[in-house]
């Protein structure tokens, strides 16, 4: 029998108790990372179809010729509201220019 649960039993069974817990709270962190990524993946693979169709969308209109003011008014509120979204994640920065020589 290990000396400290001989001496301290109660101490033995809490420490136990704690790694348990620790054990399921990095098991429950690992989940949560790839349920994160995945939707991240998800919500880029969206991002991406709606970007394709706002632009099938305006090169027919561009195609059709001449719209009407409702039409460019309904354009412009959805290029504002994708805009908006875009606004709430920050542009990954630029690289940097390279040496000069």
Known sequence: M???AFIFPGLARRLDLILANQR????DQAQHAQELRDLTA???KARQ???AQIKAL???LDNAG???PEVDEAMAALKA???MDDDMN???PPPPPPPEE
Do not use: L, R, W
Not at 24 to 27: E, Q, V
């Open 2 to 4: 290990d000396i400290i």
């Open 24 to 27: 399921d709270i990095m098991t």
């Open 42 to 44: 998800q919500n880029e």
């Open 49 to 51: 179809e709606i970007i």
């Open 58 to 60: 305006q090169d027919a």
């Open 66 to 68: 001449g719209t009407t």
């Open 81 to 83: 509201s994708v805009q």
């Open 90 to 92: 920050a542009d990954a």
